[in-house]
C-alpha cells in the first residue's frame, strides 16, 4: 500500500516537470534564435568596421606614398570614409535603441561603437597627419593614429571572443 501511494504522488510529480519543460522549451528556443541573430548582426558590424580600418590604412599608404595622393582625392577619401562609418553607427544605434540596458546584446553594442569611436579617432590623426608640416608633430600624430588602430584591432578581438562562448 505504501508504494502504491508513492508511485500516486510521483505521476503528478513527473507530470509536472514535463509540463514545465514543454513550457520553458520553446521560450529558450526563440532565445537561441534571437542569440543567433545577434550574433549575425554583431559580426557583420565588425566586418564593417575592419573594412573601415583597412580603407583608412590604404589612404595612410597613399598619403605617405611617393608620389603622395593630392590633397582633393584625400579629401574625397576621407568624406567617403565618414559617411560609411556614420552608416555603421547609425546602424548600432538604432540596433541599441531596441535591447533592454541590462543585457548581453548592449554590452556586446557598446564595445563596438568603442570600437567604432577609436577607427574614428585613428581617422581624425591622419587627418592632422597631412595638414602637419612639423616632423615631430607627424611622428606623434602617427603614434597616436597606431595607438587607436590597435585599441580598436584589440576591442574587435575581445568582442569576438565574447561573443563565441554565448
Given at each position: 500500500m505504501n508504494?502504491?501511494?508513492?508511485?500516486?504522488?510521483?505521476?503528478?510529480?513527473?507530470?509536472?516537470?514535463?509540463?514545465?519543460?514543454?513550457?520553458?522549451s520553446p521560450l529558450s528556443a526563440s532565445g537561441n534564435v534571437a542569440?543567433?541573430?545577434h550574433k549575425e548582426i554583431l559580426t557583420q558590424y565588425i566586418?564593417?568596421?575592419?573594412?573601415?580600418?583597412?580603407?583608412?590604412?590604404?589612404?595612410?599608404?597613399d598619403v605617405t606614398g611617393?608620389?603622395?595622393?593630392?590633397?582633393?582625392?584625400?579629401?574625397?577619401e576621407l568624406s567617403l570614409i565618414y559617411n560609411e562609418m556614420e552608416?555603421?553607427?547609425?546602424?548600432?544605434?538604432?540596433?541599441?535603441?531596441?535591447?533592454?540596458k541590462l543585457s548581453?546584446?548592449?554590452?556586446?553594442?557598446?564595445l563596438s561603437l568603442v570600437a567604432l569611436n577609436s577607427v574614428e579617432n585613428s581617422l581624425y590623426q591622419l587627418s592632422q597627419f597631412i595638414k602637419e608640416t612639423s616632423g615631430v608633430?607627424?611622428?606623434?600624430?602617427?603614434e597616436d593614429f597606431y595607438f587607436l588602430r590597435t585599441s580598436a584591432s584589440d576591442t574587435l578581438y575581445r568582442l569576438e571572443r565574447i561573443i563565441e562562448r554565448e
Open positions: 508504494h502504491y501511494v508513492k508511485i500516486k504522488l510521483f505521476i503528478p510529480l513527473l507530470l509536472s516537470i514535463s509540463t514545465l519543460c514543454l513550457a520553458i542569440m543567433i541573430e566586418e564593417d568596421i575592419r573594412k573601415l580600418q583597412d580603407h583608412i590604412i590604404t589612404l595612410l599608404e611617393v608620389p603622395p595622393v593630392s590633397n582633393t582625392d584625400f579629401t574625397s552608416d555603421v553607427e547609425k546602424r548600432i544605434l538604432n540596433y541599441i535603441s531596441s535591447v533592454p548581453y546584446q548592449r554590452r556586446d553594442l557598446l608633430e607627424k611622428a606623434l600624430l602617427l
